[in-house]
């Protein structure tokens, strides 16, 4: 019965089983590369958290958070501003950012979520642009300059450490993403993304709804926003852009929006874009923007949207064990028999 019980958890759970052989693949590659590898493996893995996060929004409600990039600066922000300005302990500057995180979320959620999908999208990219352009006249986020601060724990002392450290992290918060789109919560967001005046209509308050799925969202965005400043060593206001949450989008899109994995494979395939094309030419985004014009054109829900149609469609063409026996025709037998 234990058995019978493991397998059928394995069934229910094929998004958490591939979770695991992904994470070993990522650890092992951690484990034997090299520092530059470790430097790329932290910018990954910390995008697809955020990416992974704002899919929350994204992907399952329906929601193009533009402004995505503001929770993912502020986390960052308020830890430094915090460390330089009042040189309180790491710990409680972590604790104080996620606390920031959250209030800021409640507010912005409360402004952004009054006029439907557009005016999300458009709301929040406004109010990121406003928030930049405040923080900058701010001493306490540093001017125009950001904060500069070394906020990395004091165990850890080289880029592989900080992968183990990192990885341990983001690996905690994908789990709970993970199960937080199996709960039932979600199941009533990605209905409002499908029929939201059939679910009004039903006594279900939606603003409400999302407004939950947003701060969750945001949070695990934050927590990425402050990996994100202790990889950078500060905060700085390229995290603040709307690009950022822009190329966030672009993850999700690329990977899948439809799929837990999906943000994850977008992260690494931008990340690896950015990093290796641009130490050959300064045009990267010039690549980047052809294969996401690629995707778009050809599988537009995704490299790993629609039942993972693409690599279907590669294993028939590569006739990996998928092509099935021609059918033999039997011949109705004979009077005389």
Not at 254 to 281: E, N, Q, R, W, Y
Request: glycine residues 10%.
């Amino acid at each position: 019965m234990e058995k019978k019980s493991f397998r059928l958890f394995l069934a229910g759970h094929k998004d958490l089983v591939n979770a695991v052989f992904v994470a070993l693949v990522y650890f092992l590659v951690g484990i034997f590369g090299g520092t530059r590898v470790d430097l790329i493996l932290n910018r990954v893995i910390v995008m697809a958290l955020f990416a992974m996060a704002l899919n929350l929004q994204f992907g399952y409600g329906g929601l193009p958070n533009i402004g995505g990039s503001l929770s993912f600066a502020l986390g960052g922000f308020f830890m430094c501003a915090v460390v330089v300005k009042f040189h309180w302990s790491l710990p409680l500057a972590i604790i104080f950012a996620l606390i920031a995180g959250v209030v800021a979320s409640f507010i912005l959620g409360f402004i952004c979520l009054r006029n439907g999908e557009l005016g999300f999208a458009f709301c929040s990219m406004g109010l990121t642009m406003v928030a930049v352009a405040l923080c900058k006249k701010l001493q306490f986020f540093g001017f125009d300059t950001g904060l500069s601060a070394q906020v990395l724990p004091s165990f850890i002392t080289n880029q592989r450490e900080m992968f183990f450290f990192f990885f341990i992290i983001i690996a905690i918060c994908t789990v709970i993403i993970y199960f937080f789109t199996k709960s039932p919560l979600m199941r009533i967001v990605v209905g409002t993304r499908e029929n939201e005046e059939r679910l009004t209509f039903l006594g279900v308050r939606v603003n409400n709804v999302r407004l939950v799925v947003y701060v969750l969202s945001n949070i695990m965005i934050t927590i990425a926003g402050i990996l994100y400043s202790m990889m950078n060593g500060g905060a700085y206001y390229g995290s603040m852009d709307v690009g950022t949450a822009i190329e966030a989008m672009l993850m999700c899109v690329m990977g899948g929006a439809s799929v837990f994995f999906g943000p994850l494979l977008g992260a690494t395939i931008v990340t690896l874009i950015k990093v290796f094309v641009s130490d050959f030419t300064i045009y990267y985004m010039f690549c980047l923007g052809i294969v996401t014009i690629l995707v778009m054109y050809f599988i537009p829900d995704g490299i790993l949207g629609s039942n993972g149609k693409l690599f279907k469609a590669i294993y028939r063409i590569l006739d990996f064990g998928t092509t099935k026996a021609p059918a033999v025709k039997q011949e109705a037998p004979s009077e005389d028999s």
